[in-house]
């Protein structure tokens, strides 16, 4: 599998805003966008020879997966974490403990980079890394610990894809990222262990997100309404949590995890309309 060089120095922010809007698009709509968009945006350093690079999490929440049912129920406020690494990382490797919070549409992300092993004892034992050679940021790093302490989380998906990612020529803001192959899996929650597991989206289906801290470009909206690509409400982790609740919904029950089912199945509903739509 393609891996990100240990430093990762274009992913190296470690604190920003920006809005997202999101849309599930087939590859023929893929093929006719990155084509339409070329004279605007250039791709990813990482994209080599037109392939995708992989982006690898885990998402901790609570036992009873409080964090994600808070969020599909669409608050003014929300917030998860996660462990980052790009490619399949060894232990060894550097990797992103981060927090991304939603409020009002504008989503926040905090972050600091650390090995993946120190990531481990850090989320799942409670041992603080060194802040050796200043690659850890402390106070991202206190916010953290505060969040998973307060919430006594604890690993429980696994989450990958493959993507293609854009950037606004001339150092604007502006960025799409088109994500594939989205993998989830809740047994064998390790980043080293490479993608397996079971697919959110059908094959030949891309979530394109769109990134900004401003105004979406005149040129962009243009060319997705000549597409008649329309924003979608999608979650990965989201999606995978209602796909495992329709999977388990009787055991669940059983341990008395109070799941909004109409809503879930009724976005569930919504998305496969969207699917349905571009076939």
Known sequence: EQKRQK?????????????????????????????????????????????????????????????????????????????????????????????????????????????????????????????????????????????????????KVYLSYDRFAYFEKDDGDFRITFDKNITARREDIRLEHGSYGKKLLPDGKYLMEVKISGAVPLWFTKIISGLNVYPVSFSKYGTEYKQYVFTNYTSLMYKGENICLNQSLHQHQRIQSALASQC
């Open 7 to 155: 430093g990762v120095p274009d992913m190296a922010i470690e604190v920003f805003n920006r809005y997202e809007k999101k849309y599930i698009i087939d590859e023929d709509t893929f093929h006719k966008l990155t084509y339409q968009i070329a004279d605007y945006m250039n791709p990813d350093a990482y994209n080599r020879n037109g392939e995708a690079y992989r982006i690898s999490n885990i998402y901790y929440d609570t036992e009873n997966d409080q964090l994600i049912r808070a969020s599909i129920e669409k608050p003014v406020y929300k917030e998860k974490l996660r462990l980052r690494a790009y490619g399949t990382p060894e232990l060894t490797d550097n990797v992103f403990v981060e927090i991304k919070k939603k409020y009002n549409g504008i989503v926040n992300k905090r972050r600091t980079s650390m090995m993946l092993q120190e990531a481990y004892d850090f989320l799942n034992d409670d041992i603080c890394p060194d802040s050796h050679e200043g690659r850890i940021n402390r106070q991202v790093l206190k916010e953290i610990d505060y969040f998973k302490n307060f919430y006594h989380l604890q690993p």
